[in-house]
């Protein structure tokens, strides 16, 4: 029976605890950011964006943006008199704008004791440039970090904590979501994303996917697009010189093939005496169209030569001169079908 009743107090007591817990941390949201209500103003542009479609976005060096965020306490929550509010950023040259107080600092706290508590400024206002994309990266294989050039996160952040001592946060109770995160990036930048992602797409469509797409990709996203860009172009002028022949050349030379050597058969069975009763007027007109096809198909290899001739690759021009001679070469087998033609319609 005492087993029981002990174990139903410890049972109690730790309900109770719960209980308890799950008071005091329901009560530690003290404040609401209003997303719906916050925007952010390009002051260069006018432009204003809501929280939402600004959120995540891309934005360029040096551009000043002010950001107007709406907050708000909840109703019906006990705020203790030691709570504070941390207003922080990595952008550059901040002014922050809490109530009729300025602040030029990254990191500043203010919202301090009961009389604040009170009168809660329903704005914080932070002017302030998007920084320069730089960011600390890594190396495959090295474990320091150094310096790159991409796009760098930014942040603006309000925090309710408690305050310790240099005008630092002691206790973090409530981190106001959502907290404002963009990047900072450059025309150049983006300039130079485009351009790779061009000669990687021209190379691709030559040889095929590689591995070594991902690894420019890679070498641009670690923040090196300067030097992903010149080797990207050196991967697409590669690409060209391992490009394989096309394969419509292949085809049309196969069919050309196969009309020339049938043509022949056609006029040695003919001349030898076969194919007695066979309609003699219908060969020859058959032998014609045989040669008119082989006109055609010379026509589609000169626009090939003709694309190949305008290259900058020294071997495709070798190629276009090639492919000149054999159009020459199969203008004068289809000369010589008609006359074979014409031949066989005279016996």
């Known amino acids: 029976m005492k087993r029981l009743f002990y174990t139903s107090l410890a049972v109690l007591a730790f309900a109770l605890l719960f209980l308890f817990v799950g008071i005091a941390s329901a009560q530690e949201d003290v404040l609401r950011l209003d997303e719906d209500k916050s925007y952010v103003l390009n002051l260069e542009t006018g432009n204003k964006s809501t929280y939402e479609v600004f959120l995540n976005s891309d934005q360029f060096e040096g551009t000043r943006l002010e950001f107007n965020i709406y907050v708000s306490k909840i109703e019906k929550v006990h705020i203790p008199d030691e709570y504070v509010l941390k207003l922080e950023t990595n952008m550059?040259?901040?002014?922050?704008?809490?109530?009729?107080?300025?602040?030029?600092?990254?990191e500043v706290i203010v919202w301090?004791?009961?009389?604040?508590?009170e009168l809660m400024v329903p704005k914080v206002i932070l002017s302030a440039e998007v920084p320069k994309p730089i960011k600390k990266v890594k190396e495959p294989g090295f474990e320091y970090d150094i310096d790159g050039i991409g796009k760098r996160e930014v942040y603006v952040k309000?925090?309710?904590?408690?305050?310790?001592?240099?005008?630092?946060?002691e206790r973090i109770i409530q981190p106001l979501?959502?907290?404002?995160?963009?990047?900072?990036?450059s025309k150049e930048i983006q300039a130079a994303k485009s351009e790779i992602e061009e000669n990687l797409e021209e190379?691709?469509?030559?040889?095929?996917?590689?591995?070594?797409?991902?690894?420019?990709?890679?070498?641009?996203?670690?923040?090196?697009?300067?030097?992903?860009?010149?080797?990207?172009?050196?991967?697409?002028?590669?690409?060209?010189?391992?490009?394989?022949?096309?394969?419509?050349?292949?085809?049309?030379?196969?069919v050309i093939l196969g009309l020339i050597l049938g043509s022949a058969f056609v006029y040695v069975y003919v001349s030898r005496g076969g194919g007695k009763g066979v309609d003699v007027s219908q060969i020859s007109s058959e032998l014609n169209e045989t040669s008119g096809r082989i006109?055609?198909?010379?026509?589609?290899i000169n626009a090939i030569s003709t694309r190949?001739?305008?290259?900058?690759?020294?071997?495709?021009?070798?190629?276009?001169?090639?492919?000149?001679?054999?159009?020459?070469?199969?203008?004068?087998i289809s000369n010589e079908i008609r006359t074979?033609?014409?031949?066989?319609?005279?016996?």
Do not use: Q
């Open 92 to 106: 550059e040259n901040p002014e922050w704008m809490f109530g009729d107080d300025i602040y030029h600092l990254a």
């Open 112 to 117: 301090k004791g009961k009389e604040e508590h």
């Open 158 to 169: 309000l925090t309710v904590g408690t305050m310790g001592d240099e005008g630092t946060l």
């Open 177 to 185: 979501e959502p907290s404002m995160k963009f990047y900072s990036t």
């Open 203 to 254: 190379a691709r469509d030559k040889i095929g996917p590689t591995g070594l797409e991902e690894e420019i990709r890679k070498l641009y996203e670690k923040g090196h697009p300067g030097w992903a860009s010149v080797l990207s172009e050196h991967y697409k002028n590669l690409s060209v010189a391992a490009e394989p022949p096309p394969l419509t050349l292949y085809i049309i030379l196969a």
């Open 295 to 300: 006109e055609e198909k010379s026509s589609s």
């Open 308 to 332: 190949f001739a305008r290259s900058e690759d020294e071997e495709k021009r070798s190629v276009a001169r090639d492919l000149i001679r054999i159009r020459a070469s199969l203008n004068e």
């Open 340 to 347: 074979i033609a014409d031949r066989i319609r005279e016996r």
